[in-house]
């Protein structure tokens, strides 16, 4: 057996024990509360899970969820892309630019979900809490790809007179999407759980977030920890399965 398969069943058993032992500390926890509403037995949420996942709103809900999730994340990389192309263009972009990274950045989630909620819908909102969340994060490590770029190949195409569309298509391209794919599952799943939080303060109707609040409304702990569950399960497949998407361009790289 190669030393990469034995860490990688290593790294699988590690992840296994730690699952384990966040299960047992839920048992613990609630033997010693030994309360539903503050923290629901394992039998309890583990029905409510599958009567979730049998029925047809709690799909409804997720499908909405997780389209809301797609777009904010899709209009997140398109804008971070641009801005990209445009710093790496014209260098004084980017110190003009700074200043509005710098507010999306630190600009507080809460505060803009509620002032957002105002100006908006309960079904819009938690999009655009998305967008200013996962916009600045994607924005950084493309300008890390390219600040990471070989000089070498810019100076090439310089002697050699190549177009702006040949660089971009055959240089800084290839270069930037490895590092950007390899994120993408980890973006996506991160912004997944903000949408989801949003949802919860905007009480958005048919989503995960609305179940969530409904269940707290209702005092319905095992609903909510079923949800969560639901939502925690799904980050991590949508995080494992596009994080897969990096492959390709080293199999491409490779088999150049």
Known sequence: MSAQAKNRIINVCLSAGAIVCMWAVWLIACAVVNDGYVIPSFPDTAERFFALLGS???????????????????????????????????????????????????????????????????????????????????????????????????????VYGISAGERLFKIYIPQILPPVLSQVGANFSLTLKVIISAEVMCSTFDSLGGMIHQSNVFLDTAQMFALTICALLAGGLLQWALSKLALITRRRGGSA
């Open 56 to 158: 047809g709103g709690f799909w409804l809900s997720f499908a909405k969820s997780l389209g809301r999730t797609a777009l904010s994340w899709a209009v997140s990389l398109l804008a971070a892309a641009a801005l990209t192309f445009a710093c790496a263009a014209f260098p004084r972009v980017r110190a003009f630019a700074a200043p509005f990274v710098a507010v999306f950045r630190t600009v507080p989630t809460m505060a803009i979900t509620l002032m957002l909620l105002i100006w908006s819908s309960p079904r819009v909102a938690p999009v655009i809490v998305g967008f200013l969340m996962l916009f600045p994060i994607t924005y950084s490590q493309m300008m890390a790809a390219v600040d990471g770029m070989d000089a070498g190949l810019a100076q090439m195409a310089d």
